[in-house]
């Protein structure tokens, strides 16, 4: 910071301002007053009014001063308010020969006193909510230091209105990433709702076909039986062809192949059906959707990261349809599945190197049993009452038996969730929570069991976790994470 005389034409007796260049960097959004020009003037209240008029004179960008009564701060007294008082009839003659403190028992006002480290934003908006009076009034500007500084206001507009042409940019520039993301994603979407498509019609050839080659097979079984059964000798070559086909192991095993080519022919359906419900596009109105199969369709497609060591456990209430945009169910159903799934594979090589060490080192001695990673999902119909009113709400919880979050990791995601943390940087669950309260007026909660403060997003249902949890899934683990969505029911 450079600091040095406003002007270099002084006589040493006379009061000298000094100037605070402040920063020469580029202002940025969480820039501070300290990286302004600012004006480090006091003068004593004994001082004459016409020494202050002189130097005002003199230095025509001063905006005021810094009043001191024995170096203690006092107050300020701006260039305008002592011109108002000295136009005032006989002005001149009483106050520019009296001290400071006489014009300043008549010329005092409420002023603007910040810290240097409060924000340009910050300090701005203060300014703006004076009363009309005080806008052209000088900021008085507190360092560390206890020294006290003059802060034009026009300054602090100028670089308050650069600050926001710097964040108008940037959020231009990520809304720009962001359709450029969105239209990537709606691309990929549109690809793989086209393969799912293309997968769809070959397999609807195959089980359109089984219940013929089915029918088919048994018809020709009926009629090898037949011939059997009424031919008493066979000739030898007949005989040699049944050995050589194998046909009494033929006869049994090609039922067993067929029934195999269904359930695979029905496997490969669903996952191309449940591919293209996750990339659909929404209507413009929610239509009624089945949550139980929206959840299935993404166990489905989360196959082959759930392994066999990761197990699911279901307790489906009676549901019925629900009012939903289901695409983006889709992706809420994903999103804490996914982040689930991630928990416990972590957990799982943890424990597994964990038990392998203490395996070694037992020497011997019984290790402890390793806990299965366990996924549950949990739905049912829940009543509440809010203020006085009784309303009806499907829950789905998902939980797991992770590690669970620490307490930063929680306080972390909860605060994606507000809006400027979201438009900062928007995270998959941060989008879930989005589009559970602002798209379909639900409910979003996450609990996990290192929670020790009440989450700001506190649901008002009258009800807290899913119950069965602790008894029905985990077997004595306790639960590491959960979610509960709560979607209203019209």
Not at 213 to 233: H, I, R, T
Not at 272 to 285: G, P, R, T
Not at 467 to 489: I, Q, S, V, Y
């Amino acid at each position: 910071m450079v600091c040095h005389p406003v002007s270099n034409e002084f006589d040493q007796h006379d009061l000298l301002p000094m100037l605070l260049e402040g920063s020469l960097q580029a202002l940025h959004l969480e820039a501070t007053l300290q990286e302004l020009q600012r004006y480090a003037f006091c003068v004593e209240l004994d001082c004459l009014g016409i020494e202050l008029a002189r130097v005002f004179e003199r230095y025509p960008l001063l905006p005021g001063a810094v009043l001191m009564e024995r170096g203690q701060f006092v107050g300020m007294l701006s260039r305008q308010r002592l011109l108002e008082y000295l136009i005032r009839p006989h002005g001149i003659d009483f106050f520019l020969k009296e001290p400071l403190r006489v014009l300043y028992s008549y010329a005092r006002s409420d002023l603007l006193l910040v810290p240097s480290e409060t924000s340009i934003v910050v300090a701005a908006q203060q300014a703006l909510r004076r009363s009309p009076e005080l806008q052209g009034e000088p900021i008085v500007v507190q360092s560390a230091a206890q020294s006290y500084h003059l802060l034009d206001v026009h300054t602090l507009n100028i670089a308050y209105w650069q600050i926001r042409g710097v964040e108008t940019q940037v959020r231009y520039e990520r809304t720009q990433a962001q359709l450029i993301q969105s239209d990537k994603m709606a691309s990929l979407g549109r690809l793989v709702d086209g393969i799912a498509h293309e997968i769809l019609d070959p397999v609807s050839f195959i089980w359109g076909n089984l219940s013929h080659v089915s029918a088919y097979s048994d018809s020709l079984l009926q009629l090898l039986s037949a011939y059997e059964a009424n031919m008493v000798s066979l000739p030898a070559a007949l005989m040699r062809l049944r050995d050589d086909l194998e046909l009494d192991y033929l006869q049994q095993d090609l039922p067993r192949t067929i029934d195999s080519i269904r359930t695979g022919a029905e496997r490969l359906s669903k996952l191309a059906s449940s591919l293209q419900n996750f990339c659909h596009i929404d209507e413009v109105y929610p239509k009624p959707a089945d949550l139980h199969e929206l959840l299935d369709s993404i166990l489905l497609l989360l196959k082959s990261r759930l392994t066999s060591e990761i197990r699911v456990v279901k307790q489906y209430g009676h549901l019925p349809p629900v009012m939903c945009f289901a695409g983006q169910l889709h992706q809420v159903f994903m999103n804490i599945l996914t982040h689930a799934v991630d928990a416990l594979i972590d957990q799982a090589v943890s424990q597994q190197l964990g038990h392998d060490f203490k395996a070694n080192q037992s020497s011997g001695k019984p290790t402890p049993n390793l806990i299965q990673p366990t996924i549950a999902i949990t739905t049912e119909i829940r009543t509440a009452i809010v203020n006085g009113k009784t309303s009806r709400w499907v829950a789905i919880c998902i939980a797991d038996n992770g590690p669970g979050l620490s307490i930063e990791d929680q306080t972390r995601i909860w605060e994606t969730f507000s809006v400027k943390k979201r438009a900062e940087k928007e995270t998959s669950l941060a989008v879930s929570y989005q589009i559970m309260t602002a798209k379909h007026g639900g409910k979003f909660e996450m609990r996990s069991r290192h929670t020790s403060c009440e989450s700001p997003y506190r649901n008002a249902t009258g009800k807290s976790g899913c119950e069965p949890l602790g008894t029905f899934a985990f077997e004595h683990c306790a639960t590491g994470t959960e979610f509960e969505l709560l979607l209203p029911l019209v």
